[in-house]
């Protein structure tokens, strides 16, 4: 298994142990896996603030624009991930990813980051949309 390999699967098992020495090792985190995107948009998807901010610290690009097809499949860039999977997966969990890849200097497509108004309405719409999943399955 390649070392980027090794880092894909230290992230989804939420390793941060692992991910910490793969980084100690001098792995390159902006290294586009063959969808196009780098690591950080696997460790965004996971949720898990303490790798992301393990990765940022490190040199992860939090601006990265993907290839296609992630571009297309999930996001050009870091940031407008997370904002999707805040909307539509968790606003709780996903909300301090966002906030920690503001920090780190992310913006979206346009260059710029949600103003207070934005995220005001964003936040009641996701949640409405939210609560309207729960227990929606594809075979009703």
Do not use: C, P, Y
């Given at each position: 298994m390649s070392l980027?390999?090794?880092l894909m699967t230290a992230i989804v098992e939420d390793n941060v142990g692992e991910v910490s020495r793969l980084i100690r090792n001098g792995l390159n985190l902006n290294v586009r896996c063959d969808q196009g995107a780098s690591a950080l948009f696997?460790?965004?998807l996971q949720g898990?603030?303490?790798?992301?901010?393990?990765?940022l610290k490190h040199g992860a690009d939090p601006n990265?624009?993907?290839?296609e097809p992630a571009a297309t499949i999930y996001a050009e860039k870091p940031l407008e991930l997370a904002m999707q999977s805040r909307f539509l997966l968790?606003?709780?969990k996903y909300h301090p990813i966002v906030r920690l890849l503001?920090?780190?200097?992310?913006?979206?497509?346009?260059?710029?980051?949600e103003s207070s108004d934005e995220l005001k309405?964003?936040?009641?719409?996701?949640?409405e949309w939210q609560d309207?999943?729960?227990?929606?399955h594809l075979s009703d």
């Open positions: 980027h390999e090794q696997v460790a965004i898990n603030a303490s790798i992301l901010r393990l990765m990265l624009i993907a290839d968790d606003w709780d503001e920090q780190n200097g992310a913006t979206d497509s346009d260059g710029g980051v309405v964003r936040k009641q719409h996701a949640k309207s999943q729960r227990g929606f």
